[in-house]
Nanobody
Framework: EMQVVESGGGLVQAGGSLRLSCVAY????????IGWFRQAPGKEREEVAC????????YYGESVKGRFTISNDNAKNTVYLQMNSLKPEDTAVYYC???????????????????WGRGTQVTVSS
């Protein structure tokens, strides 16, 4: 079994915070670079953050820069997305994905990602 599972979504008021978790099963997350994607109703999927596991460099979409932080805990085979100062526009299903293709920027080709979680819903109320 090779699987990634997201958790931590929920309902939060604007200005609040959530921390999403992504846990890998059946493989070592530290062999992969990781991206967080989201898809809001009626909108295209977008990558909001990714991390190079080789260099530790992180990348963020302009809409979340300064508010979101991606990090990892190799001992727990887990990657996190800390989301602060949430806005209603952040409402979406958030997905974690892993790729063997080294990341070097935001907005990579989603087809490069090998494993995807099924998503966790984040809803931000006004």
């Amino acid at each position: 079994e090779m699987q990634v599972v997201e958790s931590g979504g929920g309902l939060v008021q604007a200005g609040g915070s959530l921390r999403l978790s992504c846990v890998a099963y059946g493989f070592n997350f530290d062999d992969y670079d990781i991206g967080w994607f989201r898809q809001a109703p009626g909108k295209e999927r977008e990558e909001v953050a990714c991390i190079s596991r080789r260099t530790g460099t992180t990348y963020y979409g302009e809409s979340v820069k300064g508010r979101f932080t991606i990090s990892n805990d190799n001992a727990k085979n887990t990657v996190y997305l800390q989301m602060n100062s949430l806005k209603p526009e952040d409402t979406a299903v958030y997905y974690c994905a892993a790729t063997l293709e080294p990341v070097s920027a935001i907005h990579p080709d989603a087809d490069d990602y090998d494993y995807w979680g099924r998503g966790t819903q984040v809803t931000v109320s006004s």
